[in-house]
């Protein structure tokens, strides 16, 4: 039997490789998609593992373009020929890649399956003879992995009854996976596959009647369907947990999901896009959670909390600062309790809220000049945000920024801090909190953190210490009471612990700082 001729697509569009997916047989006509890539860095790490014979890439893409793919691979693997796929505007660049030696080029607009087949067959006849690699692929597991990749991309594909009960012979079934985006190396993407994959087979003598199989057409996660009795669901997803978590330190930043099981194998589309895709996204708002599964989502917000732009606004507009930047806050934190939330939705509206700010404060004549040349940054910024944490904290960025920006313009004392400050020193004494001054305040929790520091020049829980030690020695040197009444009356539940913070604050314990006090008097 004829080897087939293995091709590497490599575009970051997805849309793009899974159209060139589907757009033929492939192996009826002599060929296999063995692998895939979003850029050029990722197919260069990918080449010794898919020893593709045929490169198929865009030339515009990022982190490395086509360009630069086509000099790397030519100089590495000079015998890989390479296909350029173009539009019109980008002529210059395919001008140049043929200098450094690609087989031909296609523009996108005609990227139909017969050219593209005849560009495919005008190339490969003037190869060597092609090496029998890959020629050990099981046909049945490839067959079955092309039918379930059309099912998975939206495509209808006929089902042959006995070829999915000779790989999956149970009655349910689930996918489970890990999201790779948080990892930038390629190569570490492919270890941490092949880490989980090792995994898996690990599992199958130890959970009966079970058995898996990897699906390699997703480029941003690891992706396998695991198919068991339904007697052994509950060991099994048990056994994943214990996996996850013995990989804990390997796999630190990554999400991981199980999806709901089904027992159809004519739904794999319809669970991989309604339910293991949804839960893909959850984790931009679970950020601290490793595992996402079906069965075991957190609870959602008991409220929703209502927010007008216009209100918020308005508030600038009456220089209403505190109100409006802490009300948008608790909004939004409040907001991305809700892992349904759309990503882009939410991003967006964190870029609206930039620029309206900014055109507002620009109206009130405030200089906005830096906030103007900043903005673009804070919305590339979000943009690439990974997490709504890691999006929501480029918005505070963002409005102390702005209040540094408004300070500027006004010299007078900072009314909301010193109110702060004047709580502080009338419950110093008190058991209060971070979280309990923020909710007597309507602050944001968080936010009240950052802004305490930026503007007092030290945390909270510093100021608040400092405040409770000053008291402490002025009664250490002006009454007799115990130390441990003194430290109950500043505020400290823990004799010891006040001892300790003091002894860091004043270098000395509290029973040495008034002995040296009391011989400084008698000095005197």
């Known amino acids: 039997m004829k080897p087939l001729v293995k091709i590497m697509i490599v575009d970051d569009e997805m849309l793009v490789r899974q159209g060139i997916k589907h757009l033929l047989d492939w192996e009826q006509e002599g060929y296999q998609i063995a692998g895939e890539a979003s850029n050029g860095l990722e197919a260069l790490h990918l080449i010794d593992e898919v020893n593709p014979h045929v490169i198929l890439t865009d030339i515009v893409m990022p982190v490395m373009g086509g360009e630069q793919l086509v000099k790397a691979v030519k100089e590495k693997y000079p015998r890989i020929e390479i296909i350029v796929l173009s539009s019109f505007g980008e002529f210059d660049y395919v001008r140049s890649t043929f200098q450094s030696g690609v087989a031909d080029y296609i523009l996108k607009p005609k990227l139909e399956a017969d050219y593209l087949l005849s560009i495919l067959k005008k190339t490969t006849a003037k190869m060597t003879a092609v090496p029998a690699g890959g020629s050990d692929a099981d046909p049945d597991e490839s067959q079955l992995l092309k039918v379930m990749e059309k099912l998975m991309a939206g495509y209808e594909s006929a089902l042959e009854p006995k070829l999915i009960q000779s790989k999956f012979p149970y009655e349910q079934y689930l996918f489970f996976g890990a999201d790779l985006k948080n990892r930038q190396d390629s190569s570490e993407k492919s270890d941490l596959g092949n880490e989980i994959e090792r995994g898996l087979q690990k599992l199958e003598p130890v959970v009966a009647e079970f058995a898996h199989m990897r699906l390699k057409f997703v480029n941003e996660t690891v992706l396998f369907l695991l198919n068991m009795n339904p007697e052994k669901s509950n060991e099994l997803v048990m056994e994943l947990r214990h996996l ?281």
């Not at 013995?246 to 796999?251: A, R």
């Not at 007597?440 to 608040?464: D, K, R």
């Not at 003194?486 to 539940?493: E, K, L, T």
């Open 244 to 524: 996850i978590s013995s990989m804990e330190l390997f796999t630190s930043g990554t999400h991981f999901m199980i999806s709901q099981n089904f027992t159809d194998f004519t739904r794999l589309g319809e669970i991989y896009k309604d339910n293991y895709l949804k839960l893909l996204r959850y984790g931009f708002f679970l950020q601290n959670r490793s595992l996402i599964e079906h069965d075991h989502l957190p609870s959602l917000p008991d409220k929703q909390l209502e927010f007008e732009m216009t209100v918020c606004m308005d508030q600038l507009k009456r220089k209403q600062y505190l109100q409006a930047f802490t009300g948008f806050l608790e909004y939004i934190h409040l907001r991305s309790m809700d892992y349904r939330t759309d990503i882009f939705e939410f991003k967006s509206y964190l870029g609206n809220f930039i620029f309206n700010v900014t055109t507002t404060l620009g109206k009130m004549k405030v200089e906005t000049e830096s906030l103007e040349k900043a903005k673009y940054d804070y919305f590339r910024k979000i943009d690439e945000a990974r997490s709504a944490s890691e999006a929501i904290a480029i918005v505070e960025a963002f409005i102390h920024e702005t209040e540094r920006t408004i300070g500027e313009t006004n010299t007078l004392v900072n009314p909301n801090m010193a109110r702060l400050l004047e709580y502080i020193q009338k419950h110093y004494a008190d058991p209060i909190t971070l979280t309990e001054v923020a909710r007597q305040f309507h602050f944001n929790a968080s936010y009240l953190s950052s802004y305490f520091a930026a503007y007092n020049g030290e945390g909270f829980s510093e100021y608040l210490n400092k405040i409770r030690l000053k008291k402490a020695m002025e009664l250490l040197m002006t009454t007799e009471l115990t130390i441990s009444d003194i430290s109950a009356s500043v505020g400290y539940s823990d004799q010891s612990y006040f001892t300790k913070v003091f002894k860091k604050q004043a270098g000395i314990s509290p029973s040495q700082y008034r002995r040296q006090d009391m011989r400084e008097i008698r000095e005197s």
